[in-house]
């Protein structure tokens, strides 16, 4: 039986050693018919000469001679593709063994509606203390939380770049990742601005619970605030590009920061300080269900106070920067 040629697509900036171990993993696949294509995004390290150990036909190196940040590597890497479908994770990431068959037996069985779908997204089995705290939060991947508990495919609104297999017609159609992200802001939502418009075009996504890659991110606090920061000063220059993508956390996170500041300077509100202790802690509770330890429960939800405080004053600072740049 044939199988579609997978094009399984990987940028990079400056990650030598992380991306020596992600290809060796993807060169691990069962997979039959597939391309690995690393999409050197102007790297300063040696990137490219460390993956030249690799004497196989299936790995190609782009290099950029600019560093035009993932959307840009990304779609380089779409143009020089191959395959019918599109695979993509990151350099930080690496796969199982079955990623690439699970999900291409999935999508064929789903309608034709369908632009993609994802599997799980883990830690890495040597995960220490901090990085299992970060999993167990339900921010760090709420598709791999919902799929432990329902256990079956389910339609969700967003995949990851980490972990997703598309169609790419889809993604000519869609006419790739909006590179100004970073161009323009130096921010990184690009894959969740892309699932957006998709949806928005009546194409649909899914989750299966399975085919896991693992997520090899740094396990230092002031790496995880940042990207913290990060991710919601992208989330805010979506939200400020198009006003109507205001999803089920999106009022909450808007709210969150004047619910901190104003109980400060109007003495009647300071009762509302109250809330924050305790979605802290109600956040926390996963970390506590996987370990039964009270300890985890209690790093984890300051972890996710501080990282959520991270989140917000990245997102009005996503939109301070697009409303100015108007």
Known sequence: MSTKKVSIIIPTYNRAKDI???????????????????????????????LKKFRTKKLRVIKRKT???????????IKA??????????SDCTVSKEWIKTLTEFI??????????????YPPKDANFLMKLIYFMPQMDGNTGLAEDKREPFQVNNISCNNALWKKKVLLK?????????????????DSELCYRTVKKGYKFYMYPGAPTYHHFR???????????????????????????????????????????????????????????????????????????????????VLWFIK???????????????????
């Not at 039959?32 to 000469?49: F, L, R, W």
């Not at 560093?67 to 890497?77: E, M, T």
């Not at 191959?82 to 695979?87: F, M, Q, S, T, V």
């Open 81 to 90: 593709s191959k395959g019918e479908l599109i695979a993509f994770t990151d």
């Open 108 to 121: 064929k069985k789903l309608p034709k509606d369908v632009a993609g779908v994802c599997g799980t997204i």
């Open 174 to 190: 869609m006419k790739g990742f909006d590179e100004s992200f970073f161009r323009d802001f130096k921010t990184l939502p690009e």
């Open 219 to 301: 396990p230092a606090l002031k790496e995880f605030l940042k990207q913290s920061y990060r991710a919601g000063r992208g989330g805010g220059v979506v939200l400020a590009k198009h006003p109507d993508w205001f999803g089920k956390q999106t009022p909450f996170v808007i709210g969150y920061l004047p619910a901190i500041i104003l109980p400060a300077v109007i003495p009647s509100l300071r009762f509302a300080w109250l809330f924050f202790p305790l979605v802290s802690l109600y956040h926390g509770l996963p970390a506590y269900k996987k370990t039964g330890k009270i300890e985890y429960l209690l790093v984890a939800s």
């Open 308 to 326: 959520s405080l991270s989140n917000v004053i990245g997102v009005w600072k996503g939109i301070f920067d697009v409303v100015t740049k108007r």
């Open 20 to 50: 020596e171990k992600s290809v060796e993993s993807i060169l691990e696949t069962d997979y039959p018919n597939y391309e690995v294509i690393v999409v050197d995004d102007a790297s300063k390290d040696n990137t490219v000469e460390t």
């Open 67 to 77: 560093n035009g940040g993932p959307a840009a590597a990304r779609n380089d890497g």
